[in-house]
């Protein structure tokens, strides 16, 4: 729950997971998702802004000369398949770390009890430091022990993903579409 695999890329392209130093993700890493093909060498066919997303591929000796950044995160899994952990857009920057709330969402899913959640940033009053808020329903309408929440998010996140507040609500509000409003 919570997490979505990816396909299996196109005749001569590969996914790239990238992290932050360029460097690719080993097992289990976050990094951003790039598709490499070895035909990719002429982004000046497409639009100036899809032109930004092309980059050269930082791996020597690949024959892959671009690689498109695709906005997703991901991970690659034991199996070697990969996982979309979220978009890059909705990352922010909590004590100096780049984190996705989206997946500190996905994590606390998968916490035994927890149905629905969803995890914001709130900026604290003093100083307008960023930190993260999470707003959860569970299976049985009861509200659960933060600490138990956050001592099961501990566990698979970096401290700077681990909300600082924890908030039952009967159920999620959702829009039309069923995303959490």
């Known amino acids: 729950p919570g997490v979505q695999p990816i396909g299996r890329p196109i005749e001569h392209a590969e996914l790239v997971l990238l992290n932050q130093r360029d460097v690719v993700c080993s097992v289990g890493e976050l ?3 790039h598709i490499g093909h070895r035909y990719a060498h002429q982004a000046y066919l497409t639009s100036d802004a899809e032109a930004g997303a092309f980059r050269p591929d930082p791996r020597p000796g690949t ?6 950044r695709t906005g997703d995160l991901g991970r690659w ?6 996982t979309i952990a979220g978009r890059r857009e909705d990352e ?3 004590r100096g770390q780049r984190v996705n709330p989206a997946e500190v969402a996905a994590v606390l899913k998968e916490q035994p009890e927890v149905d629905q959640a969803a995890v914001l940033p709130h900026d604290q009053s003093c100083g307008g430091e960023k930190r993260l808020v999470a707003f959860y329903s569970t299976r049985h309408g009861r509200p659960l022990v933060a600490e138990d929440l956050f001592i099961g ?7 700077a993903m681990i909300p600082a507040d924890f908030v039952h609500l009967p159920e999620l ?3 039309a579409n069923g995303k959490v409003d």
Request: proline share 11%; no cysteine; charged share 25%.
């Open 92 to 94: 922010l920057k909590i």
């Open 153 to 159: 998010l501990q566990a698979r996140l970096p401290a």
């Open 77 to 82: 899994r034991p199996d070697g398949r990969a």
């Open 31 to 33: 990094g951003d998702i």
């Open 63 to 68: 024959g892959v000369r671009l690689l498109y």
């Open 173 to 175: 509000p959702v829009l």
